[in-house]
């Protein structure tokens, strides 16, 4: 079955270290994207990218990296300049073009990432 | 700069009874709408989304969203809550030229039985 596997699920850091977490589509969706989930505040867009080699900042980027060298795959690195990292952080995807039909934003089960 | 607002961090509502949960939008042209459902340490589930045509649209698990232009809201509504509807609504909006997708806060149903 198509879908988007993000790894790992929970994943625990110490301050100063820098962390990537992975995010996988084979649903041959062109645009991908990095949300943070905090209570309250509902998803904050960190990045996007809508084609390989090609991404944009989203509204909170600072402290966050992306790479996008695969049409599959949109890392997320998570550096010691991010002030407060812990959160939830969403991977989607949806295929260029119109959502019509089965073209939705379709979303990871989500990687929670807790700051020791 | 679009935008989306929902007005209730939470709804409560009996279980049997109709449901409404509220959105309203702030976009340039024509947008796409579409409202998700999250629960406890999930992603987001699609429910249903607006594109063009008939205002009112039927998606999942019998909810439906009425589609106002002139009101620029997007509501999304239930004839009958059950209990398991409990959960983290999020409406969300993608303008017409496809850039990128701006959610709401989110608002938390209660269904109480």
């Known amino acids: 079955d198509g879908g988007i596997t993000q790894s790992p699920k929970y994943l625990f850091r110490k301050e100063g270290q820098n962390v990537t977490l992975s995010c996988e589509q084979n649903l041959n969706h062109d645009a991908m994207y990095w949300y943070r989930q905090d209570p309250g505040q509902g998803l904050r867009l960190i990045y996007y990218s809508q084609i390989v080699n090609d991404f944009q900042k989203g509204d909170i980027a600072e402290g966050y990296s992306v790479s996008r060298e695969k049409k599959e795959s949109f890392p997320l690195t998570v550096t010691s300049a991010q002030k407060n990292p812990t959160a939830f952080y969403l991977c989607?995807?949806?295929?260029?073009?119109?959502?019509?039909?089965?073209?939705?934003?379709?979303f990871g089960a989500g990687s929670r990432l807790t700051v020791l | 700069a679009q935008s989306v607002a929902q007005p209730e961090d939470q709804v409560n509502v009996a279980e049997g009874n109709p449901l409404t949960v509220k959105c309203t939008y702030s976009?340039?042209?024509?947008?796409?709408l579409f409202w998700y459902v999250q629960y406890p340490n999930r992603g987001l589930q699609f429910l249903l989304k607006?594109?063009?045509?008939?205002?009112l649209v039927k998606g999942s698990y019998g909810f439906e969203a009425e589609f106002n232009k002139s009101q620029t809201s997007f509501h999304l509504k239930k004839p009958s809550a059950l209990v398991s509807d409990s959960a983290l609504y999020f409406c969300?909006?993608?303008?017409?030229?496809?850039?990128?997708?701006?959610f709401g806060t989110g608002t938390k149903l209660q269904v109480i039985p």
């Open positions: 607006y594109i063009t045509g008939d205002n």
């Open positions: 976009v340039s042209g024509n947008p796409y």
């Open positions: 989607a995807s949806i295929r260029r073009g119109p959502p019509s039909g089965a073209n939705v934003l379709t």
């Open positions: 969300a909006v993608l303008p017409g030229g496809y850039q990128k997708v701006t």
